[in-house]
């Protein structure tokens, strides 16, 4: 064992006295300042970014971990974010049926509608509307119905010329009557 | 560990300051340094060189984070151990090196003239790999900075984050597993 421990001195000795040389330390150390030189000038927002949020972290994977856990988190923000605003685009475009009338949810601008659509990652369908069946004749209903309500008022404008007269001219000037 | 000099010391202060001239000098002062560390870790003149670049870029980005010139060797120490870890990492699957018997008599030959020895860096990469090719990533980091470097348990502790207990534990198994070699070969 003595014997041994001597040989692995020995061994210990002889690498510790063989400092490794390197080869060309001048063209090393040009490639250094080079580089250096070089991302100075470019001045990558990127890894100053990376550096200012990650920079604390000393362990390679422990880093690249964070990043990807960042990243993924950022991502799933995102697509909430998407499907919150198609879900809101939805409901808005939803009919309000209050049993007399029958009406659309708030009107948007075109470009903001298509900014949503495009947000949401649907097609935008530009000025084409599919109206259903149902939705034609709930239209129909509602029209008749008001149409009984408002037909005594009718009748009475129809008796009274001067009324009518009246209303008519009332509505020109509204620009609700065309001639 | 190597203490640093007054003119090392003022190199470094202007480093901080963002002084890229003075920051030349460290290159030219730290890289054999540098190379040397990471060369006896890795066993391969390439991938040491390599380090040194990716070592002294490092420090040039975040040499504002040293509290002081004199935390700044082993704060080196630290990042050269880091990078040699990657790099280990990523050789995982090479093929490991298998004894030489021509390794194991120029070791024999050198180890009996040992006043006069110079070794050649491929010669040593071949005597590195032969001892520590089978040693794991970091029980091979620890030997070279405790039997090869000369750093104490406390400073190895510091440098790797690793505990004194730990530290002692990967260090008896690499003497261990060299001894057995040691007994075998030579």
């Not at chain 1, 000025?127 to 509602?142: F, G």
């Not at chain 2, 990471?38 to 040293?66: C, H, P, S």
């Amino acid at each position: 064992m003595g014997n041994e421990n001597v040989k692995y001195d020995d061994l210990i000795r002889l690498i510790q006295k063989n400092r490794p040389e390197m080869k060309h330390p001048d063209i090393v150390a040009e490639k250094i300042m080079d580089e250096l030189q070089k991302g100075k000038s470019e001045s990558a927002i990127k890894d100053i970014i990376l550096e200012f949020l990650f920079g604390w972290i000393y362990i390679g994977w422990v880093r690249k971990s964070m990043i990807i856990a960042a990243a993924f988190f950022v991502l799933l923000f995102g697509y909430q974010q998407a499907v919150i605003l198609r879900r809101i685009n939805e409901l808005s475009a939803q009919r309000i049926n209050d049993g007399t009338l029958f009406m659309r949810g708030t009107e948007r601008s075109l470009s903001e509608r298509a900014g949503l659509f495009r947000l949401s990652g649907r097609d935008f369908a530009g000025k084409r509307t599919s109206v259903s069946k149902k939705d034609i004749d709930e239209m129909i209903k509602s029209i008749n119905t008001l149409q009984i309500k408002y037909q005594d008022l009718i009748d009475q404008i129809k008796d009274d010329p001067e009324l009518k007269e009246y209303i008519e001219k009332r509505m020109r000037e509204t620009g609700k009557l065309k001639n | 560990m190597h203490q640093l000099t007054d003119i090392e010391k003022s190199i470094i202060e202007q480093c901080r300051n963002g002084n890229l001239q003075d920051f030349r000098k460290l290159v030219e002062k730290e890289s054999p340094f540098v190379f040397s560390v990471a060369f006896r870790i890795l066993g391969n003149n390439d991938d040491a060189e390599d380090v040194v670049q990716e070592t002294m870029i490092t420090i040039w980005k975040k040499i504002r984070e040293v509290r002081s010139a004199e935390s700044f060797r082993p704060w080196l120490y630290r990042i050269i151990v880091n990078k040699c870890n990657d790099r280990m990492r990523k050789k995982k699957r090479e093929p490991e090196t298998t004894a030489d018997d021509r390794t194991w008599a120029l070791i024999s030959n050198k180890m009996s003239e040992i006043q006069v020895t110079n070794l050649e860096n491929e010669e040593l990469a071949g005597m590195i790999n032969l001892l520590t090719g089978k040693l794991s990533a970091k029980q091979k980091t620890i030997f070279v900075l405790s039997e090869i470097e000369e750093l104490s348990n406390d400073e190895i502790s510091m440098v790797t984050g690793m505990t004194k207990l730990n530290i002692k534990a990967n260090l008896h198994y690499a003497k261990k597993r060299l001894n057995e070699m040691i007994k075998k070969h030579l």
